[in-house]
Nanobody, 136 residues
Framework: QVQLQESGGASVQAGGSVRLSCSIS????????VGWFRKSDDAEVREGVA????????TYADAIKGRFTISLDTAKNIVHLQMDSLKPEDTAMYYC?????????????????????????????WGQGTQVTVSS
């Protein structure tokens, strides 16, 4: 059974940095993608932040491009999200999730061409989330 566990959430001031980690267990899929999502209190859906596939290909939402970096440690089955130059609007619960069908690798979906709010339905396994709060 696939399980994902986020860690690293924190409260920081604007301009600061946070590094989130997503530990994945039970993943036997050869090709897959892992995404980071976030949901703020006033949002209705989880919006995509960044995605990395099993070959290391990455896609970022425009809202965080240039400030966040996603990386995959295949040996440890951990996906990191390095968040720099944080803004108050980055405050949210952050989730990691697994797309075990690897839609982007099979040409079924292009994260870069879609609204980040459309990414979530492609991911079948989710973690419980970790809170990031950015104060001004």
């Amino acid at each position: 059974q696939v399980q994902l566990q986020e860690s690293g959430g924190a409260s920081v001031q604007a301009g600061g940095s946070v590094r989130l980690s997503c530990s994945i267990s039970g993943n036997t899929y050869i090709t897959y993608a892992v995404g980071w999502f976030r949901k703020s209190d006033d949002a209705e859906v989880r919006e995509g932040v960044a995605v990395i596939d099993s070959y290391g290909g990455t896609t970022y939402a425009d809202a965080i491009k240039g400030r966040f970096t996603i990386s995959l440690d295949t040996a440890k089955n951990i996906v990191h999200l390095q968040m720099d130059s944080l803004k108050p609007e980055d405050t949210a619960m952050y989730y990691c999730a697994l797309d075990f069908k690897a839609h982007s690798l099979h040409g079924d979906f292009s994260y870069g061409d879609a609204d980040p709010e459309e990414w979530a339905p492609l991911f079948g396994y989710w973690g419980q989330g970790t809170q990031v709060t950015v104060s001004s």
